[in-house]
């Protein structure tokens, strides 16, 4: 037996759809007299609106999409998480999409759920600046670690975080930086590189990049080969999983973390405090980004059409084993 609609709402409360449809969807263009009505006689009758309808009376589907470039990497936890809370609150559904390191994957996924969501938030999205503004045009986007003029977006200060790595090797005694870097269409690869290399500079270390390498702990194999080879006694990969993969080469290499090569990598993922020797590592409350993303994303309606907010929240130095005194 099929159940009640909202045109047997509307009858019973003396009301038109059209009033039973914003009671549930927009209550602020009701009178709260008459909301408290409706929603009297819905609880009565056993009515519960249709989502799918909802929609296509509101334009709104309570529901965001979180792209990831990588659902594996434990980085994007307490991103997810964030996101996931402050969607919540405002009673909307995170869909959350893996897209795999492929720019390709990520515009195909992208595409398919545009008309059946009310935004985006892009985590390291790998798309050419051109695509991004294209989705911008579609739906609101917003942006984490990674900015692009005219978008919102959420990163954290990597530019002081590098700068605060740079000192600390370079108070160890350390002369010689490699950095292993990640994916070639990662804007905080590039970003990370830029930074590093400027404060390198100025505090007369000799830096060099190497790579990219897929930031996965498989690849840090090929990673701490390259380093060897280079002969630096510093080295800042892209991210935690490289960074664990590199000192994990180099214990089967024989080559000792501290004493002989320091190791750095960012994100703080759990794995950094447990692996060994522990991992000097960049992190920040990635938490507060999801979180912050998502409050970005539901208030666009509200703000200008050429208002982009641009959040940065502040990085922290965690100091463990793996880094020390240059021998």
Known sequence: MAGPTIYDVATAAGVATSTV???????????????????????????????????????????????????????????????????????????????????????EQIQRLSPAVDGFVLAASRLPDENLRQVAAQRPVVLMSRELPGLASVVLDHGEGCRQVVAHLASLGHRELLYLAGPRNSWMAGTRWTVLRSAAEQAGMTVRRSGPFTPKVAQGGAAADAAVNDGATAIVAHNDLLAIGVMQRLAQRGIRVPEEVSVVGFDDIFAADVCTPRL???????????????????????RPPDDAPRITLPTQLVLRDSTGQRQ
């Open 21 to 107: 449809s914003r009671a549930f969807t927009n209550p602020g263009r009701v009178s709260a007299t008459t909301r408290d009505r409706v929603l009297a006689v819905a609880a009565e009758l056993g009515y519960r609106p249709n989502p799918h309808a909802r929609a296509l009376l509101s334009g709104r589907h309570h529901t965001v999409a979180m792209v990831v470039s990588d659902i594996t990497n434990p980085h994007y936890f307490e991103l997810i998480r964030g996101a996931e809370m402050r969607a919540r609150i405002s009673e909307y559904t995170l869909l959350l999409v893996n897209a795999e390191e492929s720019p390709r994957v990520e515009w």
């Open 280 to 302: 000097t590592t960049l992190g920040g409350a990635h938490v507060d980004v999801g979180r912050a993303a998502v409050e970005l994303l539901l208030t666009a309606g509200s």
